[in-house]
């Protein structure tokens, strides 16, 4: 699939993260999915006293004045190079922004 194309239908897709009234994010699960999925690479939590040095904490991603759950929602279903291509589905990339967004202070 050709590039421009791809993007479109990624951002398409990301759209009927926030489009949809039936859904609806869990902070909670996407709390476990940090934990066993990106802890290893990000602090996740505030517990955590260490991670990689050179990736961003959540808390500290939760606070970019550009953040939206929605848009991180759809970084997280586009494969790119610096991180894992982990298989997320929808709901999951959105658990998962939704926690980062309840991180925000």
Known sequence: MRAPVRRLSTLIMAAGLSGSPAFAADPDHGADLA???????HVV???QKQASAD???FAAIARRPDFTPEKL???LLDPH??????PLSRVEAGDIAAYIGSLRQ
Do not use: G, I, L, Q
Request: hydrophobic fraction near 40%.
């Open 81 to 86: 190079p610096k991180m894992p291509n982990f």
């Open 73 to 75: 929602a759809f970084f």
């Open 55 to 57: 990736v961003p904490a």
């Open 45 to 47: 939590t505030s517990e």
């Open 35 to 41: 934990k066993r999925w990106c802890a290893s690479c």
